[in-house]
């Protein structure tokens, strides 16, 4: 096998690591991780809580999701621009007045406005890679931002349980104001211990481009949260993914003529940043599959075929595990990234994953019995299999990509990421909803869950996302060793 290596740092600066910022930056990126789990538990009692309809109560979730998306790229260009740690205080900060916001909403308009500048935020982990490009020494860098990659999922696995319990037991607006406190402190910590970029990309900030990958954003991640609310095949839905297309066409046209485009699409296009991109959607697809069904085979009654019964924060401790198992397998990757390459460590993590959809399987296909244990032991494979692939992303972008362009890149890297649970979100959605069958519950009530074909379909689907993320991540061209000079 080809190894990819990287020249040892030399001067003694270099060797200075600045473990404090590490840490910070790491937690602001679980903080950040937290603001897109910790409605998960409120969702089914938004709309008696803030007075609304249902439908329009799911907006508390999409409206994050497309604020994140599309600030996720343009975050990463500002912070190029106009430097990374002003963008990463700006990003705590509009989590912070978000989560304020929610705290003291009592109907469903100034809820939504929290939940978008909770979404403002949602660049932080794309950003702090890429400040971490420029403190950490060389050496350092892998394990730094495998770390601040698994705080995406440490704050995914942990938020759940910790959510649904300060919410049952304590109280939903004092979930928000927590979240607020944890903004502020991960705010005061970055602005103590991450020192200010000194490289700039330079050039004018392509407002334009900007305002059209807003737009393109919202034509693709709308109708794919909504579709399922509006039918897939509604004039609504039809129409934005043909406006798609038309925005699409045009910005690319726009862009390619730009001198200092918002997204440099000639890069993009380049087969090391494509290839990992590619990969990234895939990822990103069976990661967000991973986070759908399992909750919800924990959830559903016994009297369903696979159903155990258990309440939300029961089956949410049962996953958290993952979370951990995500950080510390970022570790692995960086040790298999020094030593075999990152498209090495992408690769595994793929198969990882896809190793644990291969035992979901089983008692889909058989005639294993389905217990915890047996989601506990998916969780932790799923967890070590997406902290190996998320901690090699950020490397292999950062290979390919020029110091003045991290920002950009790791963003729109994260974008991909964003695309690929989307897509995941509303396929693997439709294919289960598509199969709900009614059961009753333990209290008499009639209750709709999937059954065994659906998941088997969406496990499938998943298993074959994990074959793509793997054999692109191979396909991906291995870097040019930097050359050793040699003291003599």
């Known amino acids: 096998m080809t190894t990819e290596k990287t020249a040892p740092a030399a001067g003694p600066d270099e060797e200075r690591h600045p473990r404090a910022a590490v840490v910070v930056l790491s937690a602001a990126g679980i903080v950040v991780a937290l603001m897109q789990t910790v409605i998960v538990p409120l969702i089914p009692k938004l709309p008696t809580l803030l007075h609304a309809r249902d439908e329009h109560a799911t907006w508390a979730l999409t409206v994050t999701l497309l604020v994140g998306a599309v600030i996720t790229p343009i975050g990463g260009r500002l912070g190029d621009m106009y430097g990374k740690r002003r963008m990463l205080l700006a990003s705590m900060g509009a989590v912070a007045l978000g989560s304020v916001v929610c705290a003291v909403s009592g109907s469903l308009l100034p809820f939504l406005i929290g939940r978008g500048l909770q979404g403002l935020g949602f660049g932080t982990i794309a950003l702090g890679i890429s400040a971490m490009r420029d403190i950490v020494p060389p050496r350092r860098l892998g394990a730094s931002v495998g770390a601040m990659s698994a705080s995406l999922g440490i704050g995914g696995a942990l938020g759940l349980p910790v959510a649904a319990s300060i919410a049952e037991f304590v109280g939903w607006h004092v979930l928000f104001w927590l979240c607020a406190l944890a903004a502020a402190l991960a705010g005061i910590g970055i602005m103590l211990t991450v020192p200010e970029s000194t490289g700039r990309a330079g050039g004018h900030f392509d407002s334009l481009g900007a305002l059209g990958l807003a737009a393109m954003l919202t034509c693709l ?41 918002l997204i440099d699409l000639r890069l993009a296009a380049g087969r090391p940043v494509l290839l990992t991109n590619v990969a990234s959607i895939a990822t990103g697809f069976a990661f967000y599959s991973m986070q759908i069904m399992p909750i919800q085979l924990l959830m559903a009654p016994t009297t369903s ?20 198992l995500m950080f510390l397998f970022s570790h692995v990757s960086s040790w298999i990234t020094d030593r075999y390459g990152p498209r090495t460590a992408l690769a595994l993590g793929g198969a990882g994953l896809g190793l644990a959809y291969a035992v979901l399987l089983l008692p889909l296909t058989t005639d294993v019995p389905f217990t915890w244990w047996l989601m506990l032991i998916i969780a932790c494979i799923s967890g070590a299999g997406l902290g190996t692939a998320y901690a090699a992303m950020p490397a292999l972008i950062m ?17 991909m990421r964003v695309i690929g649970t989307s897509t995941s979100a509303a396929l693997v959605g439709m294919i289960l909803t598509w ?54």
């Open 221 to 261: 991640l709308l109708p794919l949260s909504m579709g399922a609310t509006w039918g897939w095949g509604s004039p609504k839905t039809v129409g934005m993914f043909v406006a798609l297309a038309v925005i699409a066409a045009l910005w690319c046209t726009y862009e390619l003529r730009r001198p200092t485009p």
């Open 305 to 324: 075929e696979l159903g155990l019964g258990y309440q939300m924060a029961t089956a949410a401790l049962v996953l958290a595990p993952s979370g951990i």
């Open 399 to 415: 290979r390919a990509v020029p110091v003045a362009q991290t920002g950009e890149a790791n963003g729109v890297n994260a974008l």
């Open 435 to 488: 199969s709900m069958v009614p059961v009753l519950d333990a209290d008499g009530h009639t209750r709709n869950v999937p059954d065994v074909s659906g998941y088997l379909t969406a496990a499938l689907i998943s298993l074959v996302a994990c074959a793509v993320a793997a054999l692109v991540a191979l396909a991906i061209p291995a870097a040019r060793p930097s050359p050793v000079i040699e003291d003599v």
